[in-house]
């Protein structure tokens, strides 16, 4: 697998990096202090304040970074690269504009405002495009720089505390999936607004969502990754070890280490649920379909846009095209040996944390009774 990157999504905006993975250092010595004395004058230091003063939200430190990450281009210019994300979205709103033309939408967490213009573009009778980091000052100058400031008003502000010029909306468009579908939470936010302003026949845009399961072989990367702490040099730190299992991986894996079918775990009606619908306990099986080695579980999610002429959306499974999403990888304390059609069967239990409600809590149940392998365990995880 590829090594993947850590990341957040705030529950109104995008996708966030911890400020760790954006700092890096190709060798020590780049690594390490360097002091330099450097005589300026007055006025070269005023034209740098004013420089910077011009470009919005360069005055960022890394501790700012920290609670308003997403506010930084470079996590905007990871999703828009995302094609299957991004084209997918292009063309639910341009292949079927008889959603949007002459509609009011609301854009929740438009972030650079990229939804926002192509409903615009699409014919949309006006664009109100809700962003709360400082990125909303941005998407603001994109809309006037593309001629569209008399159909899209930003608003920049936290849903559940802004009020709009309308009392109610036709669209609702939203990116709001984290990894694991439900990270970060932003999806209670999109609730939210469906339940204050969309007009009783309105459309969500996506409505659906569903969350599935598979199993695969990873026992270069489980080494590497988890029982490496076993023995650091010479030392034993497995204390880390055990609060490194319980933090799934972000990463992409690779079709041929499926051992396993994929199997259904949760579908979500965005246009009817409820909050509560987010917390769940599931059960699972899992039949195998070559004799192998089990090492962790592995989560993905589909997306669909089921109001559109034709049925549109996407997977980030790892059978299909990558994602910024990749998948979701949940190490097992056992190495489970697994005869072709045998079952590993099981319960996966999906909360947000009561101490903090963008965090997920997993509770994973999973059993084999095989030929070569009797196994029985639960295991927890949390995303954070």
């Known amino acids: 697998m590829d090594r993947g ?77 995302d094609i299957v994300r991004t084209k997918t979205y292009q063309n639910v709103i341009t292949q079927s504009s008889f959603l949007i033309k002459d509609k009011i939408v609301l854009d929740v967490g438009a972030g650079t405002g990229i939804l926002s213009l192509f409903c615009a573009k699409a014919g949309a009778k006006h664009v109100y ?8 000052d941005m998407a603001n100058e994109i809309v006037k720089a593309n001629g569209y400031s008399n159909v899209i008003t930003v608003i920049k502000g936290k849903v559940e505390e802004i009020e709009l010029p309308v009392p109610k909306v036709d669209v609702i468009i939203s990116e709001w999936m984290g990894y694991f579908l439900l990270f970060e939470n932003m999806l209670n936010t999109v609730l939210y607004a469906r339940d204050k302003w969309l007009t009783d026949d309105g459309v969500v845009l996506p409505d659906r969502a569903s969350l599935h399961l598979t199993a ?84 993905y999610f589909d997306v669909s846009f089921t109001k559109c002429h034709k049925l549109m ?35 996966m239990t999906v909360a947000p944390n009561k101490n903090n409600p963008r965090d997920i809590d997993i509770k994973l149940k999973y059993s084999i009774n095989g030929h070569r392998c009797q196994v029985s365990r639960t295991q927890f995880y949390k995303m954070r």
């Not at 799934?248 to 246009?271: E, F, G």
């Not at 998948?327 to 489970?336: F, M, N, P, S």
Request: aromatic content about 8%; charged content about 30%.
């Open 5 to 81: 990157k850590d990341g957040n999504r705030d529950a109104n905006g995008g996708l966030a990096e911890a400020t760790a993975s954006r700092l890096r250092f190709d060798s020590d010595e780049e690594a390490g202090e360097v002091e330099m004395e450097v005589e300026e004058s007055p006025d070269a230091e005023g034209e740098e304040e004013q420089a910077a003063a011009e470009v919005i939200g360069s005055d960022k430190t890394s501790a700012d970074y920290y609670f308003d990450s997403y506010s930084h281009f470079g996590i905007h210019e990871e999703m828009l690269k």
């Open 129 to 136: 495009a809700i962003e709360c980091s400082q990125m909303a």
């Open 216 to 299: 695969i072989e990873d026992a270069e990367y489980k080494e590497d990754k988890i029982e490496f702490w076993n023995n650091v040099y010479g030392f034993d730190m497995s204390c880390i070890k055990k609060q490194a299992m319980m933090e799934p991986l972000v990463d992409t894996v690779d079709a041929n280490q499926i051992v396993t079918n994929c199997r259904l775990l949760k579908t979500m009606d965005i246009s009817k649920m409820t909050p509560g619908d987010a917390s769940f306990t599931v059960p699972f099986k899992l039949t195998a379909q070559r004799n192998d080695y089990i090492h962790a579980l592995v989560a």
């Open 313 to 347: 959306g996407f997977s980030t499974g790892p059978r299909s095209k990558a994602t910024h999403w990749k998948q979701t990888v949940l190490y097992l304390e056992d190495v489970i040996t697994i005869c072709e059609g045998e079952t590993l069967t099981g319960s």
